[in-house]
């Protein structure tokens, strides 16, 4: 709120942004889009046993709560992102629509898979979709990154966006290992996608020494 | 606002969070989630009479209106936990995490429970589902206290945890008792539910003398 | 923002909530509520004639079009009434609630209505129900201030509850009138409701002289 | 949020509105607005090959993203023309609630692109109707700078409206171009749109020179 520039007032298409403003929309779209995952789930179909149905229920609400649980730690990444911006031109914004893009995307390949693994056909290639999907998503964030690294002008003074470049690789690298893993085993990729995330909401002394 | 903490910056993982945003990007989730449970009522079907039709969905209309209720009761108390918490680390960013997943699901008992009462199939069942994800939501908000008063460094001063954490239990007897009540008729646990709300919202005089 | 008020901390049941916080939060409500209420237009039916399609949605669209304004009308209000209140109180608290409830719900009867005017079928039944829930939801906003005006110390000083409830009555009384209309014609009961939403939208010297 | 302005206080319908909380809910509905449009995305039918279905639904992500995209440099544009208000009167707040209208109705038409485009029937005409919802939600941008140049006391000092008008136009403009592209081919319609969302995001520097 605090570092807010809008120097260029009311003009249509204006290059610098109120970073507060964008953090709060993408926080809407992220929250959102966190959300919606539920509606994906079916409630019994008339006759059906209810305890049978939610058992039949049961790997949808899986890659419900890994989706979800995924969406949140993609919220502190792009929190953490905005909090060394100092001010947001063009190509920020048109980076931060990409990843937001993505992040609204997740609901699709998360109900495709949900239903590949309910059914048992195609989830391999489903787990794969998703896979892919968080790949691109997380690959943006590093793109942005990137987008920074080479715009220093845009950050708070201290920031140093060649570690943070370095870093943000782990997200693409650990969903394309869960990507990989799909051609495999398609409930094992949404573990490796559920210990991701896991991994990344752990106390810092219970996975050794780090920054953070 | 005020006691935002950023002392990491732009880290990928960051430990603090300014719990401002937290706080909003939570409100989201749960506005949303509060509202979207009506996108589960059904208008009539072709050739069905209006007022019949609507009197068929009154036993969803129920559900929905108890847990959007509820959904606001659970966003107090998120809002009277946070009022004490001076800065969130990651494990009050994964058990939080944990409550919204919480309470993002509602909607899915909700819907099972009005289409069981309607139906009047499995209707026990439904309304034991729903007690217990209430169970288990407002359990995620005990398992923070107690996370909490484990971390005294996070709270603000003067605050009590380990009173808080007492009253936080409140919840999953209320609800736990709601689940037994299940057991004997669906419509009496979602009354119960409904009791839950209501004494929440009540005035202190009018139920006694109490801290608040 | 500059008006919270926090006395009670870290309580599980606070009496007093940050009016900020609480405003923001029945914004989200009231933004996803308007902006849910599209997902109840059908794209057209295979080999359905595009034209043909959109003008047989034309009376939901009409209907989704006037909830949407009406929304926005009950959003100027609430914002209204919060411009007054120093603090909230459980009471406070659980009659928002209500108004949330009430607005959340609106997209049901527009569904009904909407399929009503297009199928032609029970259309006075449905535009009945539909100026009912508005009449229910705009009482909230009467018992809110009517429970304001017996609770002067929540209120910022210098404002009126009294004549502001008085104020209050137009909503109910207007869409009282829009429900009886229904009793004759569906489609003049909802262009009621569309000129209740254009007044209240005028400039003040179209409609007179007025406090506003 | 500096530069509120409640001068009417607690009175039921204002004149004047806080700008911050009518950005902020404004904010709300375009972000549920972009984040919406994925649930008109349909996982494959059962026994559907899995990576032909995704192939088969192509199209009707492409409209999902170029539907997102333009919904973001709708917010951009609406931002941009905040930050020139200093108050907003009942037409401003009338004249906002048509462009929300629009940006809300706009996972409608894209629903009906998708499925044309997946069907390949009447997609001309679907993609005209695309077109021309795009067409009058930025028409709705201009006539609200037209609205405002005609009431200056609206608009923080310095704040050219006329100007700001004149280059409003674009929008309408390149939308009326996809427009009459529609009524040749209906994926071209889409590029158009979809180019008119990357040209309002590329840096000045790649497009001539600009006062932005």
Do not use: C, K
Not at 57 to 75: D, G, Q
Not at 78 to 92: Q, T
Request: hydrophobic fraction near 55%; charged fraction near 10%.
């Amino acid at each position: 709120m605090g570092r807010t520039v809008t120097e260029t007032g009311a003009q249509l298409s204006p290059v610098r942004l109120t970073t507060g403003r964008l953090e709060a929309f993408s926080d809407g779209v992220i929250a959102i889009a966190a959300t919606l995952l539920v509606i994906e789930l079916n409630p019994p179909a008339p006759g059906e046993q209810l305890w049978e149905a939610v058992a039949h229920e049961l790997p949808a609400m899986a890659a419900f709560a890994v989706s979800f649980l995924t969406i949140l730690i993609f919220w502190v990444n792009h929190h953490a992102l905005f909090a060394g911006v100092r001010r947001a031109d063009r190509g920020v914004l048109f980076l931060n629509g990409l990843i937001l893009l993505g992040i609204s995307f997740i609901s699709y390949p998360t109900a495709v898979l949900g239903q590949a693994l309910q059914t048992e056909t195609h989830a391999g290639p489903a787990a794969l979709l998703y896979g892919l999907v968080l790949l691109a998503t997380s690959a943006a964030f590093t793109v942005l990154w990137a987008y920074l690294s080479r715009h220093p002008q845009l950050l708070h003074p201290g920031v140093q966006p060649a570690s943070a470049l370095r870093r943000s690789l782990a997200g693409p690298l650990l969903y394309g290992l869960a990507s990989i893993t799909a051609l495999v085993n398609a409930a094992v990729a949404l573990v490796v996608v559920a210990l991701v995330a896991g991994f990344f909401a752990l106390p810092p002394r219970w996975r050794g020494r780090g920054p953070a």
